[in-house]
């Protein structure tokens, strides 16, 4: 399994952006699909955004649509979550995650979909 280790998250006023990187161990990072999660101070962890192992396709959660953006470089064993136009409801910890995908345009919403998850870093969003 792969080894995951997030960061770039913070505090940001409302407005705001950042960008969060999830860096990967192994030398097969191509092979897997890749996934944001969320979880928010007494609320069950939720889907933001998947992609696939070549980066081709993605599937974003309504709530992030048009202000965050994913994106993964294969060469770097990274995937990176671009998030604009942060609001206050977007405080969470960010989880990445990975799973193995058999063909390259395979996304997954869902966390049990997922076999390796990072520590996750922590998004704090002021009003």
């Known amino acids: 399994q792969v080894q995951l280790v997030e960061s770039g998250g913070g505090l940001v006023q409302a407005g705001g952006s950042l960008r969060l990187s999830c860096a990967a161990s192994?030398?097969?990072?191509?092979?897997?699909?890749m996934g944001w999660f969320r979880q928010a101070p007494g609320k069950e962890r939720e889907f933001v955004v998947a992609i696939s192992r070549g980066g081709g396709f993605t599937f974003y959660a309504d709530s992030v649509k048009g202000r965050f953006t994913i994106s993964r470089d294969n060469a770097k064993n990274t995937v990176y979550l671009q998030m604009n136009r942060l609001k206050p409801e977007d405080t969470a910890v960010y989880y990445c995650?990975?799973?193995?995908?058999?063909?390259?345009?395979?996304?997954?919403?869902?966390?049990?979909?997922?076999?390796?998850w990072g520590q996750g870093t922590q998004v704090t969003v002021s009003s």
């Open positions: 995650a990975a799973r193995s995908a058999l063909y390259s345009g395979d996304v997954y919403t869902g966390a049990t979909d997922y076999t390796s």
């Open positions: 192994g030398r097969t990072f191509s092979m897997y699909a």
